[in-house]
């Protein structure tokens, strides 16, 4: 196994004198939804660059030797603006050649892995990104909750609900949506929830549509909240917050099959 590791270490180093840069997902918070390609990169890589919900046990995998760097933003908390985090990358690039970017979830979704891709392109750095298991997907599975039913949700659409403070109007044309996909999929939705449903309802959506936000997905303490869409931020405002959320809309929230839910005993929340 260390012979395979080793060569496929090699492999890996391109051969410009800056070393690779792999935008790495780390998957939703179990830290048993880790990819083996992810795991591999994490035991060779010589520097590792990691962001918010990494799960922690993640961190133990790299070896002694490695330079990590948290690069950790959480919503209204940016510890360090993209631009600094684009620097930090191409510099430690320039000094190892096996970089890991990890990042919660997927690294295109959500993620700003594209820009952070595009802007290691621009500055001749080699770049590959290993898909991780996005939470929109993840999160509700472990709840039981399918995001596509061949009998009630065969499309759906993942969102995002986090509008920036400074926009001019609103990103997302949630009165479209409302009659354009079987079933939504919001990330970082519950800090404008009350306006999202307001606008999915004044576009048509049934007030009555199924609707379910998992907190702290996929980990010990995991929580889900259902109620018909005219009733969550009520049903959701009488509780504590709990950060990270997915909401999730649409008759597939009725296809929900508890049994599939795994016991979360030891897997504790990310960092
Ligand atoms: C900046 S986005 C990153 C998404 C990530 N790239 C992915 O593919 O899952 C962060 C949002 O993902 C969602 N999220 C991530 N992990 C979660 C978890 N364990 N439980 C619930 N929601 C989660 C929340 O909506 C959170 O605000």
């Known amino acids: 196994l260390d012979l395979l590791c080793c060569s496929y ?19 939703p918070g179990d830290p048993n939804l880790l990819t083996v390609k992810a795991d591999r990169l994490l035991r060779q890589c010589g520097a590792l660059v990691y962001d918010s919900l990494v799960p922690k046990e993640l961190l133990d995998l790299v070896v002694d030797s490695c330079e990590c760097h948290f690069v950790g933003k959480r919503r209204g908390h940016h510890s ?6 684009n620097s930090i990358l191409v510099e430690i690039a320039s000094r190892h050649s096996c970089v ?7 690294p295109f979704l959500f993620g700003r892995g594209a820009e952070e891709a595009a802007y290691l392109d621009s500055h001749g750095i080699s770049v590959e990104i290993v898909p991780g298991i996005t939470s929109g997907i993840a999160v509700p599975a472990y709840v039981g909750i399918p995001v596509t039913h061949r009998l009630g949700g065969s499309s759906i659409t993942f969102v995002t ?21 079987d079933g939504l999929v919001i990330y970082m939705g519950v ?11 004044a576009g048509g959506l049934n007030p ?36 990270p959320s997915i909401v999730v809309i649409g008759q597939i929230v009725d296809f929900q099959i508890e049994a599939c839910s795994p ?6 929340m990310p960092i």
Not at 191 to 201: F, K
Not at 263 to 268: F, I, Q, R, S
């Open 9 to 27: 270490a090699i492999s890996a180093v391109n051969e410009s004198q800056n070393g690779t840069v792999y935008l790495v997902g780390a998957g």
């Open 80 to 85: 360090l603006p993209q631009q600094k985090i």
């Open 100 to 106: 890991v970017r990890l990042k919660g979830g997927d």
């Open 161 to 181: 609900g986090h509008e920036e403070k400074d926009k001019k109007r609103p990103i997302v044309n949630w009165r479209g949506l409302a009659n354009a996909t």
């Open 191 to 201: 800090h404008n929830l009350e306006y999202i449903v307001d606008e999915l309802i």
């Open 208 to 243: 009555f549509t199924s609707a379910a936000i998992i907190q702290q997905g996929t980990v010990v303490g995991q929580r889900l909240i259902k109620a018909p869409l005219n009733q969550l931020v009520k049903e959701v405002g009488t509780l504590e917050f709990i950060s």
């Open 263 to 268: 016991d979360l005993a030891n897997v504790t």
